[in-house]
């Protein structure tokens, strides 16, 4: 079956950055993009970023467009969100999951990974 696992989270001051990583195992054919989630504490999960494995196409949620970017590394089969100025609003658990297409619907992926933890002091 497919497996992802993140990691990168931490604890950072509000202006600072992180990169999270999620490392992809056992990809089938639906696994043609892979997608960044994230969810706080009494909040539904929401769309962050996405890519494509072939082409390496993006896309962006506003709320992290121009902070955020999202990267691949084939060879390694690991996904990369580089997480820039960030705010107090961006903590949450940050999940991956791979799906057939891109997409900003959370039922529209097929595997997740596990999480891993954003706090963002102010």
């Known amino acids: 079956q497919v497996q992802l696992v993140e990691s990168g989270g931490g604890l950072v001051q509000a202006g600072g950055s992180l990169r999270l990583s999620c490392a992809a195992s056992?990809?089938?054919?639906?696994?043609?993009?892979m997608g960044w989630f994230r969810q706080a504490p009494g909040k539904e999960r929401e769309f962050v970023a996405a890519?494509?494995?072939?082409?390496?196409?993006?896309y962006y949620a506003d709320s992290v467009k121009g902070r955020f970017t999202i990267s691949r590394d084939n060879a390694k089969n690991t996904v990369y969100l580089q997480m820039n100025s960030l705010k107090p609003e961006d903590t949450a658990v940050y999940y991956c999951?791979?799906?057939?297409?891109?997409?900003?619907?959370?039922?529209?992926?097929?595997?997740w990974g596990q999480g891993t933890q954003v706090t963002v002091s102010s």
């Open positions: 056992g990809r089938n054919l639906r696994s043609y993009a």
């Open positions: 999951a791979t799906g057939p297409y891109i997409a900003t619907i959370e039922n529209e992926y097929d595997y």
């Open positions: 890519i494509t494995w072939t082409g390496g196409s993006t």
